[in-house]
């Protein structure tokens, strides 16, 4: 019998977008430092400029390296709506930022500035992250729910993000699933996207991020729906109160093992963006003898899967439609050990190598080892 061939590949619409949060300063705006950021996979970047001339600079250099960028400069604020008129045309503008982090205070004055924004400009976003659930004595609402629901009542963004590091020591935090399980419902209810984050510079109890922390973040945000994936931060920080060391660029402008991490992930996520990129959540659930706080046991699985067992600390199974295409996402929880996974199915089936391949589930094992954070991911056709 002769070994089974990728004949097929899964096509996309476009790539996932990949963001550099507190990217390249404004200080170190060059050619070439815009091409190593692309050059690691990621395709936007912001970064807080001293002024609008600054802004501008950056913005003629990240077109030429291929870079979108969410404009963020004082000007924006206090000249808004001339602000605005003088960067929309420009093709390396993705978005607007506002600011980070609001409570609820905030929102009806960020409502008010980002429709001015959008008085002049309706093609690109405006763009915020959203508190975590461990923000909880900032939110000012009495849960996360309803400070997610009010803020996307409030401030009509087109699209949605929030940053939560769930790696603390060797332990994931204990809410992170619950604040993936209430974002992401709350974005499918208002027909919104979202963009999630992975940390990428150690801090605090914040280890330096290996392999498998990334895969387990990047993978979990995907499984949950995210249509964009955020680094905090890609050059590293100083003169904070937090202790940042090893980002993806040190703050004396050289690559860490970390740039070299992103840019094997970077390259997983466009390849596999055919899974993720405009996919809409049927299910997500997890198995393990104990599940995440806020989330779902898996109990029921869809036709083409027969059977689905894990051994380990558990998984997280998703379920997306994307076009005629449905696919299983499993996505081994655990960054440290690996999984072993026992699926059987029809033979319409197809496992999705991590290049995009198709090949036929049945050509593999039912029985798979899935690597720490790693994920295993099945596709059928759905007329």
Known sequence: MQPAA???RISASGDIPILAWYGIPAGQTSLARYEELKASGITYQFTNFPDAEA??????????????????????KTDTRNTVRRFMHHPAVAGYFLRDEPGKKD?????????KIQSVDKAHFCYLNLLPTYGAGALGTST??????????????????????????????????????????????????????????????????????????????LAYGAQGIQYFTYWTPTGTQWDFHHGPITPEGKRSEIYDRIRTMNKEIKSLSGVFLGAKVVSVSHTGDSIPYGTKRLTTLPAPIKTLETKGKGAVVSVLKNGQNTFLVVVNRDFRQPMELTIHCDGGVKKVLKDGSLVPANAY????????GDMAVYQWTTP
């Open 6 to 8: 990728a004949q097929e």
């Open 55 to 76: 802004m501008a600079k950056a913005l003629d250099i990240a077109r030429k390296a291929g870079i979108k960028m969410i404009v963020a400069c004082p000007e924006l």
């Open 107 to 115: 929102f009806p004055d960020l409502a008010e500035w980002a429709k």
């Open 144 to 221: 996360y729910r309803e400070y997610v629901h009010t803020f996307i009542k409030t401030v009509p963004l087109q699209l949605l993000s929030f940053d939560h590091y769930p790696v603390v020591g060797d332990s994931l935090r204990w809410d992170w699933y619950d604040n993936l399980e209430v974002f992401s419902d709350e974005a499918r209810k208002a027909g919104k996207p979202f963009w999630a984050f992975a940390l990428t510079v150690s801090h605090g109890p914040y280890p330096i991020p290996t392999v498998a922390e990334l895969k387990l973040q990047v993978f979990s945000d």
């Open 365 to 372: 094992l039912p029985t798979l080892e899935v690597d720490p």
